[in-house]
């Protein structure tokens, strides 16, 4: 089991430019979590998406968006990149219990830097 | 939203007891956790605890919640520079699909 995957490990952008991160759940995981990890600081929930629909959202701009497919894997989407994007961003995957619990297993992140 | 507090860092002698501390605001925090993130790394559970709970023990990890002072703390025993990493304490809100995490903190191991 590969656990959960994600793509590309690192990136680098300019500002003002698109970017999609992807993320491969867990076998047996239906339900993804988007996580912002800046320099130094906490994870701070980005959204969540279950049954393909986006359940709770964190305190994050539009320019964040995501999609999950049929398959429970995962896309997040940043528009208009801004240099305070830069940052790691995991995703994490779970049982869709309907709660985040012990089975959710986290990515290894991709790093993102906006120049 | 949810407030969670860590002290940023921790030295501790290879061999001794670690003690890592979070405070929180939100009293509906039904799960509490610890995970622990190495460089270049994603995260890693490393326990957690049900808030109907006091305490856990887990082999070298120890978990105590006290729910009136919304402190939670995490001890480890005998503590080894595999143990080198930020801890980060987390919780899930009543009714919430989310983690909120502390700013983590660092525990650095020496010999």
């Known amino acids: 089991d590969a656990g959960v995957t994600q793509s590309p490990t690192h990136l680098i952008k300019t500002r003002g430019q698109q970017v999609t991160l992807r993320c491969s759940p867990k076998s047996g995981h239906d339900t993804v979590s988007w996580y912002q990890q800046a320099l130094g600081q906490g994870p701070q929930f980005i959204f969540q998406y279950y049954e393909e629909e986006e359940r709770q959202r964190g305190n994050f701009p539009d320019r964040f968006s995501g999609h999950q497919f049929p398959n429970y894997s995962s896309e997040l989407n940043v528009n208009a990149l801004l240099l305070g994007d830069s940052a790691l961003y995991l995703c994490?995957?779970?049982?869709?219990?309907?709660?985040?619990?012990?089975?959710?297993?986290f990515g290894q992140g991709t790093r993102l830097t906006v120049v | 939203g949810e407030d969670v507090e860590q002290s940023l860092f921790l030295s501790v002698r290879e061999g001794d007891s670690s003690v890592i501390n979070c405070t929180y605001t939100?009293?509906?925090?039904?799960?509490l956790y610890w995970y622990k993130q190495e460089p270049g790394a994603g995260l890693q559970l490393l326990t957690y605890i049900f808030s109907n709970m006091d305490m856990k023990q887990d082999q070298r990890l120890t978990v105590l919640l006290n729910k009136k002072d919304k402190h939670l703390s995490l001890r480890i025993a005998d503590t080894q520079t595999g143990d080198s990493a930020i801890y980060f304490c987390a919780l899930v809100g009543d009714g919430d699909y989310k983690l909120s995490f502390g700013a983590g903190t660092t525990v650095t191991v020496r010999a």
């Open positions: 994490a995957s779970s049982p869709g219990r309907g709660r985040w619990d012990t089975e959710a297993f």
């Open positions: 939100d009293s509906s925090s039904t799960y």
